[in-house]
């Protein structure tokens, strides 16, 4: 299992996109329902990890917080991603600028939990812009860069007597840490510390190197490894090393991706736009089937328009899904959360259910309204039809996001598809040169229009004929004079 952890303070929702509007206890039951059994000692984990959370400053607020609600503060949220990636119980720390953003009094409280997790056995690494000076004297090493080169690397302590040996003295009492940016910043300062420091470490590894009698074996032999990891707690950690089953990963899954996609599907906007296209397509082709002769060819219109509808949306709609949550998978999958068939599965039996249930409410309201066959079969058909394009159209979707990654290129891309299956769907050409005919087999807009076709009309209905006489023809001869 990989132990080390990079959290990325300056990018907290890479946190976990699913969590953003969780309180802060049911983020932290998240992460632990998939390190540890949820039997036992479940419950006093997650209240432990909560606590554990909780001091680095996690609020009571949403995990995330939204743009029209407020959650937590982007602070807060910096925090709890720092806390959570220690419910793993990580051996080391990687930390890029954790303090930027922050108050004084909020850094020194998170380094103070950092430095106790280095003296249990963890390594804590971390990068920081000007830390106040409490903070720098719950350093315990100290590297001090200048433009690629290290000008002092070793104890906190020892940085400033190094300096006033060097001949770099601070003329008044200040921070250390404010007093070794100044002297990193000044070009030639800089250069003679880093010529001066490179020497030094060349005349300490000679020097190592003389006094070993037997370099190899001698300096093997004198170090003992050994890994102090002390758990939260004893029995805890004990079911900790029994990764839960598939079946529980599913079940975990299932419900965080059903709390981040229920707000996506059900997102007003997009709701605002299916209701809106849906009724004004509802007053054009309002009773389109009992307008005389043309009644087949209106009513045809309105199936190829609901079968490409149906088919742009869902498929622009899931482009950015996967690009959003890639990071999150592969964070998640190094560290063993879970299997990558519990989260496809878990994925796609949660998105097809919410994905279907606005379109399956458009097609209750354009379906009596525009007058189409009266049969309930045939309407089920017809819904059953068209929620297996919105399938469809979404996978496709989900396919160009994660195969390009980048929205510009897949919306290109998706849009040369989606125009082509179109065309080739029979509605605007009916017949197709020789050797271009295999194409309208590639258009599954073409499949849906062909079949809500044969659900409305059937070749041996009366319907009334193309001339606007007061005879009555067959449907399929309808469709005939009509081409």
């Known amino acids: ?198 020497a030094q470490e060349q005349q300490e590894q000679s020097a190592k190197l003389l006094s070993l009698d037997n370099p190899v074996m001698e300096a093997i032999g004198g170090i003992e490894l050994k890994e102090e990891l002390l758990p939260y707690d004893q029995e805890i950690q004990k079911q900790a090393d029994s990764s839960i089953s598939w079946l529980e990963q599913y079940s975990l899954l299932m419900g965080r991706s059903f709390r981040a996609r229920k707000s996506a599907a059900m997102d007003q906007l997009y709701i605002t736009l299916c209701i809106g296209v849906t009724a004004v397509s509802s007053l054009i082709w309002f009773q389109c089937t009992s307008r005389g002769g043309r009644a087949v060819v209106d009513a045809q219109g309105l199936l190829f328009f609901k079968c490409t509808f149906w088919a742009f949306q869902p498929m622009f709609t899931a482009l950015n899904a996967f690009p959003v949550e890639k990071n999150v998978l592969k964070k998640e999958r190094a560290s063993g959360m879970y299997r990558l068939s519990a989260y496809f599965m878990a994925r796609t039996m949660t998105d097809a259910p919410l994905v279907m249930m606005v379109p399956a409410g458009c097609i209750c309201l354009y379906y009596p309204l525009a007058g189409l066959n009266a049969i309930f079969t045939r309407f089920i058909c017809h819904m059953m039809t068209i929620l297996l394009v919105v399938l469809i159209s979404q996978s496709v979707g989900l396919l160009f996001g994660a195969a390009l990654l980048n929205v510009a290129k897949a919306n290109v891309w998706q849009s040369i598809l989606m125009l082509g299956t179109m065309m080739t769907a029979g509605f605007y050409v009916s017949e197709f040169p020789a050797w271009l005919g295999w194409v309208r087999y590639l258009s599954f807009t073409g499949y849906c229009y062909r079949l809500t076709n044969k659900i409305e009309f059937r070749g041996d209905e009366l319907y009334p004929c193309w001339d606007g006489s007061e005879e009555l023809c067959a449907a399929d001869d309808v469709q005939e004079l009509e081409a």
Do not use: W
Request: net charge positive; with cysteine; glycine share 10%.
């Open 1 to 198: 299992m990989q132990r080390v952890r990079h959290p990325n303070p300056e990018k907290p929702l890479d946190l976990d996109p699913t969590i953003q509007k969780m309180k802060l206890n049911a983020a932290v039951q998240s992460f632990l329902k998939f390190r540890f059994k949820p039997k036992g000692t479940l419950k006093n984990g997650c209240k432990k990890g909560a606590k554990r959370v909780d001091r680095f400053g996690g609020g009571k607020g949403g995990a995330g917080g939204m743009n029209a609600k407020r959650g937590v503060s982007g602070g807060e949220r910096k925090r709890v991603s720092i806390g959570v990636e220690l419910l793993v119980n990580p051996a080391m720390m990687l930390l890029d600028e954790p303090t930027s953003g922050l108050d004084s009094t909020t850094a020194l409280r998170i380094f103070k939990v950092l430095k106790g997790l280095a003296h249990l056995g963890r390594t804590v690494v971390a990068t920081l812009h000007q830390p106040n000076s409490s903070m720098y004297h719950a350093f315990d090493t100290v590297m001090v860069l200048a433009a690629g080169r290290c000008i002092y690397s070793g104890a906190a302590k020892d940085a400033l007597t190094v300096m006033s040996l060097r001949g770099q003295t601070p003329p008044f009492m200040c921070n250390p840490a404010d007093f070794l940016l100044d002297l990193a910043n000044d070009a030639g300062i800089a250069d003679q510390l880093a010529d001066a420091h490179a």
